[in-house]
């Protein structure tokens, strides 16, 4: 596709959209005045207490 003989190039093309997508979601969290998005980090331990808890 699009000319590329080289398979290592596959990867950055995927990568490079990835990427992109990523921005463009920033960028219209940003617009929209949506909050800065921080997901917690959190252990296998603290992940499995939270699922049986309920």
């Given amino acids: 596709y699009y000319g590329i003989r080289e398979y ?5 093309l995927f990568s ?9 979601n920033i960028i219209w ?3 929209l ?3 800065i998005e921080r ?5 296998t331990k603290m ?6 808890k309920k």
């Fill in 47 to 52: 992940v499995e207490d939270i699922a049986f």
């Fill in 8 to 12: 290592d190039f596959y990867t950055v």
């Fill in 29 to 31: 969290d940003r617009a």
């Fill in 16 to 24: 490079i959209g990835r990427a992109i997508g990523v921005v463009s």
């Fill in 39 to 43: 997901p917690k980090s959190l252990s």
């Fill in 33 to 35: 005045g949506y909050p």
